[in-house]
């Protein structure tokens, strides 16, 4: 892609799944990647995975003052940010009924407020360097009603409503767009799913499976590029046609 060389580039939940290989990816384009997750023995498995990576830091999006925190070693590291891609996530497979409180605040915590975190840290920083790129994780979920997941829907429709508002706001300097996976094969899907229900979702989906973290990392490193100058405000689904006809939901 064009214009991602010696980018710098944060991503968070970076140590395992989609952001996993979206560093690689970037770091492909020989941009400057440092990682940020909360699971410290997962922060050193992708610093020995990956040595090219410029940085890995442990820290919990969902507390502002880790987040800030991060960011303070982030400009030590870095010096300035132009490419966030705000991935760190969580979910738990449950019903609404049996949903607690501590649960809920959990995902929304995760999922909302630490992409609102994160992506208000970055776009002050990307505002004084002169422009960026915010490329918020969504979800299909966020787009169509699933059963046993509503509170990780509703953290997602936020996402992409958040996505709109910054776009707006940040503009011209900042672009801002979410990226909405369908079913993707990541660690946290394999948690949740036994094979016999992956096989069933691949039988929904029109191409007839997963996707995998690479193909997500691509788009994100194509949204990132000067190759998508006039892409803004945006939400871009990649799900192998599972929305066309609305197919998970049966």
Not at 125 to 135: D, E, H, K, N, S
Not at 179 to 207: D, F, H, S, W
């Amino acid at each position: 892609m064009r214009g991602l060389k010696d980018k710098r580039v944060l991503i968070t939940g970076g140590a395992s799944g989609i952001g996993a290989a979206t560093a690689a990816r970037f770091l492909e384009e020989r941009s400057r990647v440092v990682v940020l997750d909360r699971d410290e023995s997962g922060c050193k498995r992708i610093n020995q995975e990956l040595p090219e990576l410029a940085g890995v830091i442990p820290a919990d999006v969902s507390d502002p003052g880790q987040v800030t925190r991060a960011f303070d070693q982030l400009d030590q590291l870095l010096g300035g940010l132009d490419v966030l891609i705000n991935n760190a996530g969580i979910s738990i497979r449950h019903a609404f009924l049996e949903i607690t409180p501590e649960e809920w605040r959990q995902v929304i915590d995760t999922n909302l407020h630490g992409v609102f975190y994160v992506a208000q840290g970055a776009a002050r920083r990307m505002i004084a360097g002169g422009g960026g790129v915010i490329l918020n994780m969504g979800s299909t979920n966020a787009l169509m009603g699933y059963p046993f997941y509503a509170d990780y829907n509703a953290s997602k429709a936020g996402v992409v409503e958040l996505t709109r508002s910054l776009a707006l706001e940040l503009a011209p300097s900042v672009r801002v767009i979410a990226v909405c996976p369908g079913y993707i094969m990541t660690p946290m899907q394999e948690a949740e799913y036994t094979p016999e229900m992956i096989e069933e979702v691949n039988r929904k989906i029109p191409l007839g499976r997963h996707g995998w973290p690479e193909e997500v990392a691509a788009l994100f490193a194509f949204l990132a590029s000067d190759e998508a100058p006039f892409i803004t405000g945006q939400t871009f689904v990649i799900d192998g046609g599972e929305l066309a006809g609305g197919l998970a939901s049966c």
